[in-house]
Protein backbone atom coordinates (compact mmCIF):
# COMPACT_ATOMS: atom_id res chain seq x y z
CA UNK A 1 0.00 0.00 0.00
CA UNK A 2 2.36 2.62 -1.08
CA UNK A 3 1.35 6.00 -1.46
CA UNK A 4 2.90 7.55 -4.84
CA UNK A 5 5.90 9.51 -4.25
CA UNK A 6 5.80 11.12 -7.58
CA UNK A 7 3.40 13.54 -8.53
CA UNK A 8 3.86 15.69 -11.95
CA UNK A 9 2.63 18.95 -12.56
CA UNK A 10 2.76 20.61 -16.19
CA UNK A 11 4.05 24.16 -15.04
CA UNK A 12 2.84 27.02 -18.04
CA UNK A 13 4.67 29.67 -17.57
CA UNK A 14 8.72 29.68 -17.92
CA UNK A 15 8.04 32.87 -15.03
CA UNK A 16 8.15 30.33 -12.41
CA UNK A 17 11.83 28.92 -12.85
CA UNK A 18 12.70 31.46 -10.79
CA UNK A 19 10.41 30.14 -8.26
CA UNK A 20 11.26 26.63 -8.26
CA UNK A 21 14.95 27.59 -8.48
CA UNK A 22 14.28 29.27 -5.01
CA UNK A 23 12.45 27.03 -3.37
CA UNK A 24 15.03 24.32 -4.50
CA UNK A 25 17.50 26.18 -2.18
CA UNK A 26 15.07 26.66 0.61
CA UNK A 27 16.10 24.36 3.49
CA UNK A 28 14.19 21.49 4.25
CA UNK A 29 11.69 21.80 7.39
CA UNK A 30 12.20 18.90 9.56
CA UNK A 31 9.70 19.64 12.11
CA UNK A 32 5.49 20.40 11.91
CA UNK A 33 5.20 24.01 12.46
CA UNK A 34 1.99 23.31 14.24
CA UNK A 35 2.46 20.19 16.37
CA UNK A 36 6.37 19.53 16.07
CA UNK A 37 6.19 15.91 14.88
CA UNK A 38 9.06 15.04 12.42
CA UNK A 39 8.15 16.09 8.68
CA UNK A 40 7.88 13.31 5.97
CA UNK A 41 8.81 14.80 2.14
CA UNK A 42 7.26 13.80 -1.05
CA UNK A 43 9.41 14.23 -3.56
CA UNK A 44 7.05 16.35 -6.38
CA UNK A 45 8.20 16.84 -10.16
CA UNK A 46 7.96 19.93 -11.87
CA UNK A 47 8.05 20.48 -15.74
CA UNK A 48 8.14 24.09 -17.16
CA UNK A 49 7.33 24.34 -21.43
CA UNK A 50 10.65 24.95 -21.82
CA UNK A 51 11.80 21.65 -21.06
CA UNK A 52 13.02 22.25 -17.42
CA UNK A 53 12.49 19.70 -14.39
CA UNK A 54 12.53 20.59 -11.10
CA UNK A 55 11.83 17.62 -8.19
CA UNK A 56 11.38 19.01 -4.80
CA UNK A 57 10.65 17.69 -1.69
CA UNK A 58 7.26 18.56 -0.25
CA UNK A 59 7.30 18.33 3.41
CA UNK A 60 4.15 17.09 4.83
CA UNK A 61 2.90 15.94 8.56
CA UNK A 62 1.58 12.41 9.05
CA UNK A 63 -0.13 13.85 12.22
CA UNK A 64 -1.89 17.05 10.99
CA UNK A 65 -2.07 15.87 6.56
CA UNK A 66 -3.38 12.51 7.77
CA UNK A 67 -5.47 13.49 10.89
CA UNK A 68 -8.22 11.87 9.54
CA UNK A 69 -9.84 8.52 8.05
CA UNK A 70 -6.03 7.92 7.24
CA UNK A 71 -4.61 4.33 7.82
CA UNK A 72 -2.80 3.90 10.88
CA UNK A 73 -0.30 1.45 9.99
CA UNK A 74 3.56 2.41 10.75
CA UNK A 75 5.70 1.46 8.34
ZN1 LIG B 1 1.74 18.57 12.37
Redesign the pocket.
Known sequence: MATSNCQSIIVPSESVAELFDALSALPRLTR??????E?LHLDATFFSDDGKVWTLPVPF?????LGEGAATNAA
Open positions: CRKCDTLCSTCC
